[in-house]
């Protein structure tokens, strides 16, 4: 069984931090390109972030860029999202997500986890 489990969501106010983690069973993570995708209500899911599997090149949204760091750690066949400065715009649910290549567009992706909540509010 192949199995993506996100973890670390929950309620900050502006300005603060979260990570997320994106933790796999059943194959290595290091095989594939890892994304990190966001859905808020009434609006459709967009990427946020993603590395490659081969030369670990990252990609990061417009919207996140500066804000956001995603890295791997193949000791613990897991993913993370260090998230900053965090606005009330990032307000959503956060999943994680294995495919081929490193991409932002969702279409590419094999394996979603279930999601994680991120609200942002004072």
């Not at 979260?18 to 994304?35: P, Q």
């Not at 993370?80 to 294995?98: F, G, H, I, R, W």
Request: proline share 3%; net charge positive.
């Amino acid at each position: 069984q192949l199995q993506l489990v996100e973890s670390g969501g929950g309620l900050v106010q502006p300005g603060g931090s979260l990570r997320l983690s994106c933790a796999a069973s059943g194959f290595t993570l290091d095989s594939y390109a890892i994304g990190w995708f966001r859905q808020a209500p009434g609006k459709e899911r967009e990427g946020v972030s993603c590395i490659s599997s081969s030369s670990g090149i990252t990609t990061y949204a417009d919207s996140v860029k500066g804000r956001f760091t995603i890295s791997r750690d193949n000791a613990k066949n897991t993913v993370y999202l260090q998230m900053n400065s965090l606005k009330p715009e990032d307000t959503a649910v956060y999943y994680c997500a294995a495919g081929p290549y490193g991409s932002l567009r969702t279409q590419l992706y094999i394996y979603w986890g279930q999601g994680t909540q991120v609200t942002v509010s004072s």
